[in-house]
T-cell receptor
Framework: SQKIEQNSEALNIQEGKTATLTCNYT??????LQWYRQDPGRGPVFLLL?????KEKRKERLKVTFDTTLKQSLFHITASQPADSATYLC???????????FGKGTKLSVIP | DTAVSQTPKYLVTQMGNDKSIKCEQN?????MYWYKQDSKKFLKIMFS???????INETVPNRFSPKSPDKAHLNLHINSLELGDSAVYFC?????????????FGPGTRLLVL
């Protein structure tokens, strides 16, 4: 069966360090993978999209990698700040479907 | 200007009641979605409409009925509410369907069934 796994439910990191979140998937062959941020009491907000033929994508302090051989995406936040504390969701499209399927998310806490 | 809006924000109701949640987007998108986020924060697709036509209809009790009067609106009607329906319901929109499209989410409707 298809599965999306995000490495841990919660990740604590010291301010200024690089946070690395993992998204692994099985029985998918996604052409695209997306990352969203969700703050408590709010809807998810789009951060980055990466295509299967792209190895890496950057946006300011954010970097996403996509390894279709390992079936894994890594999401990095460099120089993390307390304001980066949120839940981060990866999402990808199931084969032959038009829908995004979301992982359960990783709750990141950046400690001052 | 709010891109995707939902009403109401909070909904507390008794088991067995019927309720509706409304969603509107002003982004000019053709595709709209309903998601359910349960207490474990798992976000799951329920329905999707593209140009007012239903394109995704996940395994959801038929007590849930979506309706899209036009491309900018997608409503969700729930009959005979049950305790297990308590969750946060998110509406979202994208220009087109598919994994290459960014989805824009509303603020959510927190439904509590007593």
């Amino acid at each position: 069966s298809q599965k999306i796994e995000q490495n841990s439910e919660a990740l604590n990191i010291q301010e200024g360090k690089t946070a690395t979140l993992t998204c692994n998937y099985t029985n998918y062959s996604p052409a695209y993978l997306q990352w969203y941020r969700q703050d408590p009491g709010r809807g998810p907000v789009f951060l980055l999209l990466i295509r299967e033929n792209e190895k890496e994508k950057r946006k300011e302090r954010l970097k996403v990698t996509f390894d279709t051989t390992l079936k894994q995406s890594l999401f990095h936040i460099t120089a993390s700040q307390p304001a980066d504390s949120a839940t981060y969701l990866c999402a990808l499209e199931g084969a032959g479907s038009y829908q995004l399927t979301f992982g359960k998310g990783t709750k990141l806490s950046v400690i001052p | 200007d709010t891109a995707v809006s939902q009403t109401p924000k909070y909904l507390v109701t008794q088991m067995g009641n019927d309720k509706s949640i409304k969603c509107e987007q002003n982004l000019g998108h053709d595709t709209m979605y309903w998601y359910k986020q349960d207490s474990k924060k798992f976000l799951k697709i329920m329905f999707s409409y593209n140009n007012k036509e239903l394109i995704i209809n996940e395994t959801v009790p038929n007590r849930f009925s979506p309706k899209s009067p036009d491309k900018a609106h997608l409503n969700l009607h729930i009959n005979s509410l049950e305790l297990g329906d308590s969750a946060v319901y998110f509406c979202a929109s994208s220009q087109d369907p598919g994994g290459q499209e960014t989805q824009y989410f509303g603020p959510g409707t927190r439904l509590l069934v007593l």
